[in-house]
T-cell receptor
Framework: DAGVIQSPRHEVTEMGQEVTLRCKPI?????LFWYRQTMMRGLELLIY????????DSGMPEDRFSAKMPNASFSTLKIQPSEPRDSAVYFC??????????FGPGTRLTVT | DAKTTQPPSMDCAEGRAANLPCNHS???????VYWYRQIHSQGPQYIIH???NNETNEMASLIITEDRKSSTLILPHATLRDTAVYYC????????????????FGTGTRLKVLA
């Protein structure tokens, strides 16, 4: 299995632009998680889905952030408009029923 | 806030056992103890988990106290490649209506293995 796949691995964009991060979970995993990691705030959970349904989005910082999971094999995290304070590494993770989370390699986002 | 407390940093000599403690005094009956580590800026890597019995796998051993309020991760023969931040997390294994299914990461323990 290729593991959790994230794209792009690196993204540099200008303030005000729309950013879309993508995640392909491991086949058979029914839960998907989006995290953000910064030096100041550590690893924070943004939102998670179970069977493609958002369960808890209390970690989404503001309305500029949105996440979707149209099917079991794909999820997106969108930031519109982006701001410099959104610069961080964004991780996606998936989890099978009763199992542990498997993390992707992350997307390093830089907003200038 | 994280439901676990860990020391911020530890050193260990290469080849020696590394014992990483974790306090989770408010753990619920349906919550497991999970351990992950993060090397540099890679995604966190699963190490081991347990409910109440001690567990061992090819990477580590997990010792959980009888009252389940604390645990210790043991790396039996630490190598330089084990230098990482180690996170202890409590979470249910299944999504339930009575508990949160998410991981809440604290600040972890930064383990440095010394040559």
């Amino acid at each position: 299995d290729a593991g959790v796949i994230q794209s792009p691995r690196h993204e540099v964009t200008e303030m005000g632009q729309e950013v879309t991060l993508r995640c392909k979970p491991i086949s058979g995993h029914n839960s998907l998680f989006w995290y953000r990691q910064t030096m100041m705030r550590g690893l924070e959970l943004l939102i998670y889905f179970n069977n493609n349904v958002p369960i808890d989005d209390s970690g989404m910082p503001e309305d500029r952030f949105s996440a979707k999971m149209p099917n079991a094999s794909f999820s997106t995290l969108k930031i519109q408009p982006s701001e410099p304070r959104d610069s961080a590494v964004y991780f996606c993770a998936s989890r099978p029923p009763g199992g542990e989370q498997y993390f992707g390699p992350g997307t390093r986002l830089t907003v200038t | 806030d994280a439901k676990t407390t860990q020391p911020p940093s530890m050193d260990c000599a290469e080849g020696r056992a590394a014992n990483l403690p974790c306090n989770h005094s408010t753990i619920s009956g349906n919550e497991y103890v999970y351990w992950y580590r993060q090397i540099h800026s890679q995604g966190p890597q699963y190490i081991i988990h347990g409910l109440k019995n001690n567990e061992t796998n090819e990477m580590a051993s997990l010792i959980i106290t009888e009252d389940r309020k604390s645990s210790t991760l043991i790396l039996p023969h630490a190598t330089l490649r084990d230098t990482a931040v180690y996170y202890c997390i409590v979470s249910p294994a299944f999504l339930t209506t009575s508990g949160t299914y998410k991981y809440i990461f604290g600040t972890g323990t930064r383990l440095k293995v010394l040559a």
